[in-house]
């Protein structure tokens, strides 16, 4: 995947400006789920959409266009219009006092097909596609939604999100972003009606109690070397692998014949990426443990709480898959396919509610970074489908979150291959042997082939 630092353009944004919901809205404190308000989550999580010119669409301006459709969203979304506050015990909450969100009109001097692969994630120019306007990245007392609309001069344009996941999770995220197109085309409401009702699920039970294992936040006792001396987010570089079918396929050969039933392209490729990441991330000690972190969504998952179509706030936890070091990077990829598996089975009703119960017992915890990483699949969520009335765009998902997260997106590839792209950021010394560890796994080498 080939992504140009030698492509030189400018863009043009105007004064960040405050959109406001259109009618009055209510003046209220909201308190925000056990599960939304973990310290782990409290950070601005960013999404990019490209657009071709649509000539249907021609005489209209995608800048007023999605502004117009945003006011009105904003009038059933309206604590998304409000200002994250914090109360005792680290409690957040939010004032939903209409204060509105961050809105950016911008115009660039290229045409997107010149930007080829830098659309993809790591998306090398963010920062002029979703401009970090000053003082807005805070988690309390900013703005919650950041929004920039960027012409390209060819018709198309390119749409930036920024959204303080505290407030919601990629299918929340998803939800509000659908109600934006849905007014744009003339709705006269959301065809989901947006719940909140954070106080009634996934809030800590009375009297809280942890019955679960969570290996997700607790330390494990055998840590010789602390891999955030190795992940230090001021030298990290971020790239992306591309997986595609014939690449899940590669991988699912490699497992078939180990019982397991019809595995999901999400283990192949988590599994592939653990060990692949481990080893380029070359632990000094074998005995180490290392951990992979499952986001796991509880939406309309049998066993689980029985969360209502509309609800758009956090509902997922991330239970932990965990091995000795030199046992998962020298076993066959089987291994780590059932660790992750077996990690999956692990999140129940029980469990996010035991989730819940942690974060008040001990004070909203974040997650261990120490030899972790978090993985999350966004592909089924349908960023790629989001059509304001320009057809799906190009590329549309997350470009990146902190170097601990995975999040998986849908891509086209240039040869018409549809499959997933994987952001992932490691040091400079890691990228080449992780690329190289990932190459071999899909093609099944043993440690002394050559590529």
């Not at 960013?46 to 649509?54: E, G, L, Q, S």
């Not at 006269?188 to 019955?211: D, F, G, K």
């Not at 997260?405 to 240039?414: A, E, G, M």
């Not at 990228?431 to 080498?445: D, G, S």
């Amino acid at each position: 995947m080939a992504f140009s630092s030698t492509l030189v353009f400018t863009v043009k944004r105007r004064e960040p400006a405050l959109v406001v919901p259109t009618k009055p809205t209510p003046r209220e404190i909201k308190k925000l789920s056990d599960i939304d308000d973990q310290d782990g989550l409290r950070f601005q999580i960013p999404f990019m959409f490209f657009y071709r010119d649509n000539p249907s669409m021609r005489g209209k301006d995608p800048v007023g266009v999605i502004r117009e459709g945003l006011a009105k969203t904003l009038v059933y979304y309206y604590p998304l219009a409000g200002r994250i506050i914090e109360g005792d015990n680290r409690k957040l909450m939010v004032d939903c006092n209409g204060k509105g969100v961050l809105f950016v009109e911008a115009d660039a001097n290229i045409k997107i097909e010149q930007l080829g692969d830098n659309i993809l994630p790591p998306c090398p120019f963010m920062e002029e596609f979703l401009h970090d306007v000053p003082g807005s990245g805070g988690i309390i007392g900013c703005p919650l939604v950041l929004i920039q609309v960027t012409r390209f001069i060819c018709g198309g344009f390119a749409l930036g999100i920024r959204l303080n996941h505290t407030m919601a999770d990629g299918y929340g995220a998803m939800q509000f972003l659908n109600a934006i197109t849905e007014f744009v085309k003339g709705a006269s409401a959301p065809s989901i009606p947006p719940i909140w009702q954070r106080e009634q699920y996934l809030n800590a039970r009375s009297p809280p109690r942890i019955t679960c294992t969570h290996n997700e936040f607790e330390q494990i006792t055998y840590n010789k070397q602390s891999s955030e001396d190795i992940m230090d987010s001021d030298k990290l570089i971020r790239t992306a692998i591309f997986f595609s079918p014939n690449d899940i396929q590669a991988l699912r050969n490699q497992v078939s014949s180990e019982n397991f039933h019809r595995c999901p392209r999400f283990d192949l490729i988590t599994a592939c990426l653990w060990k692949c990441r481990t080893i380029a991330l070359n632990p000094a000690d074998p005995d180490e443990m290392v951990r992979v972190s499952i986001i796991i969504n509880a939406r309309g998952k049998q066993g689980m709480p029985d969360i209502p179509t509309g609800y758009y706030g956090n509902a997922f936890t991330y239970p932990a898959a965990v091995s000795k070091a030199g046992i998962l990077c020298t076993s066959p990829l089987s291994y780590a396919v059932h660790l992750v598996q077996n990690a999956k089975a692990q999140m129940s009703d029980e469990y996010i509610k035991s989730v819940a119960d942690l974060m008040v017992i001990k004070k909203r915890p974040k997650y261990i970074a120490n030899w972790n990483f978090l993985v999350s699949d966004l592909t089924r969520i349908g960023f790629d489908k989001v059509d304001f009335g320009w057809d799906n765009p190009v590329y549309g998902g997350c470009t990146f979150a902190p170097p601990v997260f995975i999040l998986y997106n849908n891509f086209k590839n240039s040869s018409g291959e549809e499959g997933v792209v994987v952001p992932i950021c490691l040091p400079p010394l890691a990228v080449e042997k992780f690329q190289y560890e990932v190459k071999k796994t899909i093609l099944n080498l043993n440690a002394h082939s050559k590529l």
